[in-house]
Every structure is written in structure tokens, then in C-alpha cells.
């Protein structure tokens, strides 16, 4: 069977990394080939690039080249030359991972080019339609043909919005797998040494969504309510480009804050495995945060992966800033829950996926 692989944004980087390591090593990798089309949505290096060679995903077959403008010029601009690419090389299954805009664009054109789709990290919900990630995942599993999930309540999900039970499967999490993976390999980021890092001995903080970095006023009360409840610990705040935006009209200065570039993957996860805590809105931060047993406070209202709350090291505290000090407390005093790792979180998960694709497409 020939199955064309999507990744466009970061997080589709680090997921589709081991569904590719898993045809690589399967028994019955001849029955099996991929394409990998990178659409652009992400083309900073830091942002996308890097994860290329330090997650050891070979070149893309094809680059669509479609980074920047508006949600609606880049879905856009990605269905059009997406179309082009599968009129070229016909595929016998799409696969989409995520939820980012080249998920929804990609699911698309494959279904009105009748061929399958195959949405990994499938019936995850936040219930937030402010969202444009809830928007993508609703219309990427309201069209899609096998459905591969992280969790039984996104199973639940998928079932309570009508998908037949037989096209879902309970896999895990690939983004898990790619952290195993990549523990042992894991590098100190370049300002270790110049900012006197020390394990267990500073905060990452990680904004990126509209509802806290758009607004100027908003993101400096967010900012000046960690800096005040930091007890002075050194604060690493690497900065996503749509927050450098913003803050580029706000004053934020102390001496315990230290912004710094978007970071590559193996220097970003180093950094969250030695840390106090992690203050984030980002899902995929959490699901590793869970794993690597570090404390996660998210400001957000609304998580799709509620398990990383019910099972793992995860708050969800809303995006209130006056929220802030009570969960910081907790954790620079010693007191934050223990968690523990969700079900199929074992690494195994991208072997589960090509295995069941093999028999379904072989047989």
C-alpha cells in the first residue's frame, strides 16, 4: 500500500516521526511504502526545520511551500497545491496527524479525490469553537475513514458523533514515542552555561494562544503575575513569533526572566526535563510534561486531553492571571500532585498504527 504522510507545523513533526520509524522497522515494510509532504505551514528553521535532522525524518518528497497569510489564504493555498501533488502521485491513504491547518486543508482534497483518510490523535476535544484547532479536528474526523486515538475518551468522542466503533482504534500517543525515543539524547540549550541553569531550579513558561498573547495588556498582566510569584527563580521563556509581536509594545523587565528564541526540539525538552515547572498554554507540552513526571500549570479554560489533568502532572487553571499564585505556590513549596502516565503512552504507539494499516490495506 501507498500511503502519503502530512506534517506541516511542529507538533506534526514530532508525531509523525515515529510513524515513520515504525515502517522503517517493520517486519512487513514491503508491503508498505510513504511520501512525505511537508505543506510549510511552519518554515521558521527553529519552528520546523531542525526537527528534520534531530528527529531523523528524511527530506520530503515534496515541499508545498505554503507559510504565512490568514487562516483562510493559507487553508487555502495548501488545498490547491495539495491537489496538484495527489493528482501527480496518486496515494492510497492520506495520513493527517494533530490538528493544525495543513490536518483539516490535507483531509480535504483526499476525500474529494475519493482516496482514505487516516487521522492520527483522532476525537480529541477542548469544546472551545474559539479554537481554530477544535474547528480542524471536528472537520478532519467528520470526513475520515480510520481513526487512531490517544485515549478512550477520545474513542467516546468519536462514537457519541456517530463513527462506527470498528473504524476506531486505541493506539496511544506518538508524540510519547518520539520523546522515549529521544531521552537519552537530549541537549543542554546554548544559554545553559551563560544563564546558570541548574536542574529543578527554574520555570519554563510557554504563551502562544490569541486569548493570551494578542492582547498587550493581557500579556503583561500574565507576565508581571508570574514574575511577582516566582520567588525570584530564573524564568525561561522561549518566544513563539505571534507573542514577539505583542511584546514588542509591552515593558516587561526583571532580572529572573529570560526570553529566548524558539528552541530546537532535543534543547526544548531538555529544558522542560530539568525544571521546577512548566507554565504553558500549548497542549502537546502537557502530554510530555505528564510523562516526564514534571509539574504543568495551563492557562487555558478548556483542555482537549484531559487526561494529562485526571491522570498526569497537568492543572488546568484558566486563563485568569489572579490564578497564578495560588498554583505556583504549590509547587515552589514541595506540595503538587503526583501523576502518573495515561494508558499506551509506552512508545509503542506508531508500531500499532502501521501494523493495523497493514492488515487493513493488505488483506
Not at 513526571?293 to 502532572?313: F, H, K, M, Q
Request: hydrophobic share 40%; net charge negative.
Amino acid at each position: 500500500m501507498k500511503v502519503t504522510l502530512i506534517a506541516g507545523a511542529r507538533p506534526n513533526f514530532i508525531k509523525i516521526a515515529s510513524i515513520i520509524d515504525a515502517i522503517r522497522l517493520s517486519q512487513n515494510k514491503d508491503l508498505i511504502s510513504y511520501r512525505l509532504i511537508h505543506t510549510g505551514q511552519h518554515y521558521d528553521t527553529n519552528m520546523s526545520g531542525s526537527f528534520f535532522e534531530e528527529l531523523n525524518i528524511p527530506a520530503p518528497d515534496h515541499n508545498l511551500n505554503c507559510g504565512g497569510g490568514t487562516q483562510a489564504e493559507q487553508t487555502a493555498n495548501i488545498m490547491v497545491k495539495f491537489e496538484k501533488e495527489l493528482i501527480k502521485n496518486p496515494t492510497d491513504l492520506v495520513m493527517v496527524v494533530g490538528d493544525v491547518t495543513s490536518t483539516m486543508a490535507c483531509s480535504i482534497v483526499a476525500k474529494k479525490m475519493d482516496t482514505d483518510v487516516a487521522h492520527v490523535e483522532a476525537g480529541i476535544r477542548s469544546g472551545d469553537m474559539t479554537m481554530p484547532e477544535e474547528i480542524n479536528r471536528i472537520v478532519t474526523d467528520s470526513i475520515s475513514d480510520v481513526f487512531f486515538t490517544t485515549s478512550r475518551e477520545a474513542n467516546d468522542n468519536l462514537m457519541k458523533s456517530g463513527v462506527p466503533p470498528e473504524k476506531i482504534y486505541f493506539v496511544g500517543n506518538t508524540m510519547i514515542d518520539t520523546l522515549l525515543k529521544s531521552i537519552s539524547f537530549l541537549k543542554k540549550p546554548t544559554f545553559w552555561n551563560e544563564q546558570n541553569l541548574q536542574k529543578g531550579k527554574y520555570l519554563v513558561a510557554t504563551l502562544h494562544r490569541p486569548s493570551n498573547v494578542d492582547s498587550a495588556d493581557n500579556l503583561k498582566k500574565l507576565l508581571d503575575t508570574i514574575i511577582i510569584n516566582s520567588q525570584g527563580t530564573p524564568i525561561i521563556f522561549p518566544v513563539h513569533p505571534r507573542t514577539k509581536k505583542t511584546l514588542e509594545f509591552i515593558n516587561i523587565s526583571a532580572p529572573n526572566i529570560h526570553f529566548v528564541p524558539p528552541m530546537s526540539y532535543l534543547e526544548f525538552m531538555y529544558l522542560v526535563q530539568n525544571s521546577k515547572v512548566v507554565i504553558t498554554d500549548s497542549g502537546g507540552i502537557t502530554e510530555e510534561t505528564t510523562v516526564l513526571g514534571i509539574p504543568c500549570i495551563t492557562l487555558r479554560n478548556s483542555t482537549e486531553r484531559p487526561e494529562t489533568v485526571l491522570i498526569g502532572t497537568n492543572e488546568l487553571i484558566g486563563t485568569a492571571p489572579s490564578a497564578i499564585p495560588y498554583y505556583l505556590d504549590k509547587v515552589l513549596n514541595g506540595t503538587w500532585k503526583k501523576g502518573d502516565i495515561p494508558e499506551l503512552w509506552d512508545g509503542k504507539t506508531g508500531t500499532r498504527i502501521i501494523d493495523i494499516l497493514i492488515q487493513l490495506y493488505n488483506s
